[in-house]
Nanobody
Framework: QVQLVGSGGGLVQAGGSLRLSCAAS????????MGWHRQAPGKERELVAT???????GYADSVKGRFTISKDNAKNTLYLQMNSLKPEETAMYYC?????????????WGQGTQVTVSS
């Protein structure tokens, strides 16, 4: 079983930046899609960004131009660079992954890493 370990969250002021990391216990090349979800109390879970096995990326409209998802296959690590952070983006951020053939969502979830943006 592959395990995902997210890290890099913290407290930043509005306009600041954070880089989240997600380390996998196995090869991330085994996933056809990886990404980051976030969820805050009272709000619906939101898919923030995705990256495919081949490197194609996708972003929620709210983060386009400010967030960048990337991966390092050699290090089996997924990243999310977050710039110009806003207070409303305070949330738990979860690393997720989908295996070949899996339908309906993501079959692997990392533990959440808390991002808090102060005003």
């Amino acid at each position: 079983q592959v395990q995902l370990v997210g890290s890099g969250g913290g407290l930043v002021q509005a306009g600041g930046s954070l880089r989240l990391s997600c380390a996998a216990s196995g090869s991330i090349f085994s996933f056809n899609l990886m990404g980051w979800h976030r969820q805050a109390p009272g709000k619906e879970r939101e898919l923030v960004a995705t990256i495919s096995r081949g490197g194609s990326t996708g972003y929620a409209d709210s983060v386009k131009g400010r967030f960048t998802i990337s991966k390092d296959n050699a290090k089996n690590t997924l990243y999310l660079q977050m710039n110009s952070l806003k207070p409303e983006e305070t949330a738990m951020y979860y690393c997720v992954a989908r295996s070949d053939g899996y339908v309906g969502g993501y079959d692997y979830w990392g533990q959440g890493t808390q991002v808090t943006v102060s005003s």
